[in-house]
Nanobody
Framework: VQLQASGGGLVQAGGSLRLSCAAS????????ISWHRQAPGKQRELVAS???????NYADSVKGRFTISRDNTKNTVYLQMNSLKPEDTAVYYC???????WGQGTLVTVSS
C-alpha cells in the first residue's frame, strides 16, 4: 500500500485547510488511518485517527477545530482543519495504522 498526502499550504491564523491522504495498492489491507504532525524541533505527535468503521479520535489540542473523515469509494481520508493557529504549523503525515505505512508529508504553515 502507498499513501499520498496533499493539501498543505500557507494560511493565515483563523483560516482553514483540508488535507487529503489517498491510498493506492493493496488498499484492502487498510483499516485505520491516522494523521500525525511534526513541528520543527519537536517530536511527531498524533493529531487524529479514524477506524475502518468510522470511529474517530482527536488530540486535545485540535478537538473542536479539526475533523477527520473518510471516503472509502475513493480510498481517501481527509483532515479538515478550521480555526488554524500558528502552533498548528508542522509537516503533516498520514499513516496506515495496521500496516505501519507512512505518507510523505505535507507542510502546513499558519501565519499570525
Amino acid at each position: 500500500v502507498q499513501l499520498q498526502a496533499s493539501g498543505g499550504g500557507l494560511v493565515q491564523a483563523g483560516g482553514s485547510l483540508r488535507l487529503s491522504c489517498a491510498a493506492s495498492g493493496s488498499t484492502y489491507s487498510i483499516n485505520s488511518i491516522s494523521w500525525h504532525r511534526q513541528a520543527p524541533g519537536k517530536q511527531r505527535e498524533l493529531v487524529a485517527s479514524i477506524s475502518g468503521g468510522g470511529f474517530t479520535n482527536y488530540a486535545d489540542s485540535v478537538k473542536g477545530r479539526f475533523t477527520i473523515s473518510r471516503d472509502n469509494t475513493k480510498n481517501t481520508v481527509y483532515l479538515q482543519m478550521n480555526s488554524l493557529k500558528p502552533e498548528d504549523t508542522a509537516v503533516y503525515y498520514c499513516k496506515a495504522v495496521r500496516v505501519g505505512v507512512w505518507g510523505q508529508g505535507t507542510l502546513v504553515t499558519v501565519s499570525s
